[in-house]
């Protein structure tokens, strides 16, 4: 089972996927089936051919809240961070781009664009201060994400060595998070931190890595910001994307050189690029990159 948005003329419904048709409820947003704990083993609704649909977000959350150097392999490829607690940072909802949209690569905004496959945790239930062995109680599913990044707006040298990081410029412009077309429910998945994660940019494989060597679990991530917000039905935590990126094979910020075993040295996205994100169990993302100006439809591609 996986559920997303379905949009009908001016209105949205929450469709149940199966296969290659989706069963369109009278559910009007995912969020809300979320709060009220709506059953959808007992959904009822109208079978549609998932090619005569169009599928829209599958949430709109007002923030996605994001961890990060959650991978040895990330760490590696860049610039060495000391901390013991994960990295934290809000990438604002407005940023959150439709599945149709192509990303653009704007100069204006960046020169350094890049790509960084993350897994999704949606949450079902409210909770503060959540212990660990507690925290999947909490989970309603998981969602790819592709965390895009503008480079030179996050780091930046430092005259007589080092880097300055800013967040805040780096994570959020327009377009710069991505989410997959459906969520797919906790129970579906299973066990978080046993799936295989991928990145492909035009077929070459840039990331290849496992959920299970996060350095910080799903399980601990969960209650980390449990401590800081008392988290609500709907909110997405996305927990850090593995080495393999445009970043790692960039010196002049930092970039060791390092390549993932079995994969291609990474760049950053350009225009006529296609991105492709995949979670083992959880989904597949994937979009264009166009210059300013470009039409999707000039693409060429069905």
Not at 98 to 116: C, F, G, N, S, W
Not at 131 to 150: I, K, M, Q, S, W
């Amino acid at each position: 089972m996986r559920l997303g948005t379905v949009r009908d003329g001016d209105e949205t419904r929450v469709g149940v996927l199966e296969g290659d048709r989706v069963l369109v409820t009278d559910e009007p947003l995912l969020e809300v089936a979320i709060l009220t704990g709506y059953d959808f083993s007992e959904a009822t609704g109208t079978w549609r051919p998932l090619a005569e649909v169009q599928l829209d977000l599958p949430l709109r959350p007002d923030a996605v809240f994001c961890l990060g150097q959650n991978y040895s392999d990330h760490l590696d490829e860049k610039a060495p961070i000391d901390s013991k607690e994960p990295e934290f940072f809000v990438k604002a909802g407005v940023t959150v781009a439709h599945p149709d949209m192509p990303a653009i690569a704007d100069p204006r905004v960046t020169a350094k664009l890049d790509y960084e496959t993350e897994l999704g945790v949606v949450i079902g239930r409210s909770g503060r201060f959540i212990p660990p062995e507690r925290a999947l109680d909490h989970v309603f599913g998981y969602v790819v994400v592709n965390d895009l990044t503008a480079r030179d707006r996050q780091v930046r040298p430092i005259a007589g060595g080092g880097f300055a990081m800013a967040l805040g410029p780096g994570k959020n412009f327009e377009g710069a998070t991505r989410l997959g077309s459906w969520v797919t429910p906790a129970a579906e998945v299973g066990d978080p931190q046993q799936l295989a994660l991928t990145t492909l940019v035009n077929g070459e494989l840039r990331q290849s890595n496992s959920t299970r060597n996060m350095i910080h679990d799903v399980r601990t991530l969960i209650s980390f910001v449990s401590q800081l917000l008392e988290l609500r039905p709907g909110w997405v935590i996305s927990t850090g994307t593995p080495g393999g990126t445009g970043w790692g094979q960039d010196r002049e910020l930092g970039g060791t050189g390092v390549t993932p075993p079995g994969c291609e040295p990474a760049r950053y996205l350009t225009p006529g690029d296609r991105v492709r994100s995949e979670i083992e169990r959880v989904g597949v993302l994937e979009f264009d990159v166009i210059a300013p100006g470009t039409r999707p439809d000039d693409l060429g591609r069905n």
